[in-house]
T-cell receptor, first 110, second 113 residues
């Protein structure tokens, strides 16, 4: 079955500390992985996708097929990074639909 | 408009009422999705349209849920005889096509009392 697991509901760090938001997936084919972010009172928006291999707002994520993981990392957290982060899995159909994890709230304290 | 627009933003329905939620996708976007997001959960896929064709409705939880997109633009998600477990945020999203970036609306918050 296709599934995305985000084991942490809440991650709280101090400003300037490194951040790692965990994401594991279950998928038998060739996955497409995404990170979406939802800032307070804003809509869900794409943060990054693994195929583009780019860094957005200092965040990076590497697809590890051996560990079936796609953890999101940032070396130095900023207060404006506080938001809800969702890992999502795609590529399973010809529709492009996404399967989301339950989300992790990142709280960056001053 | 600049983004995916949904209405109403908030809806309170009495149990047993029918509700209709509207989605205006980004102009020219072929693909349209509906997701349901319960409190504390991630969005869950409901249904997908490519233009006016509903190609995937595997996520609709029961036959009380119905979606349409008759002219390939605006879409309506209808829930008949609402029940308390239908309380959730209903998200609409659109994209230019399969594999392209999916843009989400702000959601319609449905509370069934």
């Amino acid at each position: 079955a296709q599934r995305v697991t985000q084991p942490e509901k809440l991650l709280s760090v101090f400003k300037g500390a490194p951040v790692e938001l965990k994401c594991n997936y279950s998928y038998s084919g060739s996955p497409e992985l995404f990170w979406y972010v939802q800032y307070s009172r804003q809509r869900l928006q794409l943060l990054l996708r693994h195929i583009s291999r780019e860094s957005i707002k200092g965040f990076t994520a590497d697809l590890n097929k051996g560990e079936t993981s796609f953890h999101l990392k940032k070396p130095f957290a900023q207060e404006e990074d506080s938001a809800m982060y969702y890992c999502a899995l795609g590529g399973s159909s010809n529709t492009g639909k996404l399967i989301f994890g339950q989300g992790t709230t990142l709280q960056v304290k001053p | 408009g600049a983004g995916v627009s949904q209405s109403p933003r908030y809806k309170v329905a009495k149990r047993g009422q029918d509700v209709a939620l509207r989605c205006d996708p980004i102009s020219g976007h072929v693909s349209l999705f509906w997701y349901q997001q319960a409190l504390g959960q991630g969005p869950e896929f409901l249904t997908y349209f490519q233009n006016e064709a509903q190609l995937d409705k595997s996520g609709l939880p029961s036959d009380r849920f119905f979606a349409e997109r008759p002219e390939g633009s605006v879409s309506t998600l209808k829930i008949q005889r609402t029940q308390q477990e239908d309380s959730a945020v209903y998200l609409c999203a659109s994209s230019t096509g399969v594999g392209n970036t999916i843009y989400f609306g702000e959601g319609s918050w449905l509370t069934v009392v």
